[in-house]
């Protein structure tokens, strides 16, 4: 297992991270750095958190009625979580989720992130061998917390541009018809919803076809919910247990059949925090998640800390509001900025990306082209974006960009960037159609300019970037 390859890290996804890291952007200190726009985290409400923390400095101290609670929670602890916190937590779910589905904390468990409760899951549904059905594209990550350790295959549901990669029942049954031909037992089919990286969320009428085609196989669904307080868009979300509500199936056993994960990292932005979340109503499979949950657990004083941020509310209500608000505008910037050099984004309503089609940049219609042009964006441009065959996109030429990890000023630069480096490429067209003797020179000349562009624009970038 240490020596294995199936941890997924030789994916361009993971490699764009480590090209940032050598290099990466200081508005200050390294003007002329990547940019990271490969990083789906949530910086844009970071403040209301710290003014909250700044108004409870009891909270923080932890201290509770004149006296310090420290003692009792720096003491062991057991591994089921402090009943006040996953009291809270199933409020905020119901909250995100406009309270059309009630959630017993008597049925969750919590993890170490949402990377740990997603592997538990599979832990507990799947034997090494058996398959997963996941649409793409869908998260790099999955390759290595859904099959590394828990030896569990992976058969994709293709999906495709010409209907917004929209789950169709056609789809499911050529993934379930390619696992039995691979002699693979198919467990469950695993969705994101909203998903990542598309930022959308799944219809209805989606919903249902995943349900049928569910009770049909005798089959478990897992979603993965962890950007449902990010929907800042109509259409509404709609969980998947809502679904089983509102097709009236609390006795069947599906009903036993499908597991919810959720997380504090995207809807709160605390991804350093590590809480995760597995909601089911299977009793057995909550009480082997349980027992496995001891191998990550939420410290105490992180537990405690969060329930009484969750507990507060007012303030709940006007952060989800106020980010909601923020995630909208700056998902309006960056697509506003793309379509000024004819890039366009799939139409989303959620989460902390956007989905790009920038197949009228490639040479061809091939991954390869793709890995091209995404080599070009990291050296030339200097921003780390992830291209659409890290999430095993069907179709070459789509990348996901972040934009909720920097400030306006950042994002303004990487505009800018991209506008001249597509700009540039359309000059230096002209020149091979014109001079085709001279496409070396041009070439070089190209590669000049964006460099010394990058340094004059970084350089000027505004220092208030914070």
Request: hydrophobic share 40%; charged share 25%; proline share 3%.
């Amino acid at each position: 297992m240490a020596m294995c390859k199936s941890h997924g890290q030789d994916s361009s996804y993971f490699i764009g991270w480590q090209e940032y890291e050598k290099n990466p952007y200081d508005p200050i200190k390294n003007p002329f750095g990547i940019i990271q726009m490969g990083l789906a985290e949530n910086q844009l409400s970071f403040d209301l958190v710290e003014s909250w923390l700044t108004r409870n400095q009891d909270v923080i101290q932890f201290r509770e009625n004149g006296g310090s609670v420290f003692r009792d929670l720096a003491l062991f602890q057991d591994y089921h979580g402090l009943q006040a916190f996953k009291n809270v937590l199933v409020a905020f779910m119901a909250e995100i989720r406009r309270n059309k589905v009630n959630f017993d904390p008597k049925k969750l468990v919590l993890t170490a992130g949402s990377t740990s409760a997603n592997e538990t899951l599979i832990f507990c549904l799947a034997e090494p061998g058996e398959a997963l059905l996941i649409p793409t594209p869908y998260y790099p990550g999955f390759d290595r917390d859904l099959k590394w350790r828990t030896g569990a295959e992976i058969v994709p549901i293709h999906c495709y541009s010409s209907n917004n990669f929209r789950i169709t029942e056609s789809a499911l049954e050529e993934a379930y018809e390619q696992a039995q031909r691979l002699n693979l037992r198919v467990k469950c089919v695993f969705i994101t919803n909203p998903s990542n990286p598309l930022g959308t969320t799944m219809s209805r009428d989606e919903l249902n076809i995943l349900i049928t085609f569910a009770m049909t196989k005798n089959i478990h669904i897992v979603s993965d919910e962890i950007y449902t307080g990010t929907v800042f868009d109509s259409p509404k979300f709609i969980s998947i247990m809502e679904a089983l509500i509102d097709r009236k199936l609390e006795k069947s056993e599906m009903w036993n059949q499908v597991h919810i994960v959720s997380s504090l990292s995207k809807d709160l932005g605390l991804p350093g925090f590590r809480v995760g979340m597995i909601y089911s109503n299977n009793e057995t499979l909550i009480a082997a998640a349980t027992k496995m949950s001891s191998f990550g657990l939420i410290s105490s004083q992180t537990q405690y800390l969060l329930s009484k941020i969750l507990g507060d509310k007012k303030f709940i209500k006007c952060y989800v509001k106020e980010n909601k608000k923020q995630l909208k505008h700056r998902r309006e910037m960056l697509a506003s900025g793309l379509a000024n050099s004819g890039i366009e984004c799939l139409k989303s309503n959620a989460a902390l990306f956007c989905f790009v089609d920038m197949r009228h940049l490639l040479k061809s219609n091939t991954f390869e082209a793709e890995m091209e042009l995404w080599k070009k964006i990291i050296s030339d441009v200097g921003l780390n974006v992830s291209p659409g065959s890290s999430c095993h996109c069907s179709e070459p030429g789509w990348f996901r960009i972040c934009f909720a990890n920097m400030s306006k000023e950042t994002l303004d630069l990487a505009m800018q960037r991209i506008n001249y480096f597509v700009d540039s490429g359309r000059e230096f067209c002209r020149n091979l159609q014109q001079q085709p003797s001279s496409v070396a020179a041009a070439g070089s000349r190209r590669r000049r300019t964006i460099a010394s562009w990058v340094v004059k624009l970084s350089s000027g970038d505004g220092r208030t970037d914070r």
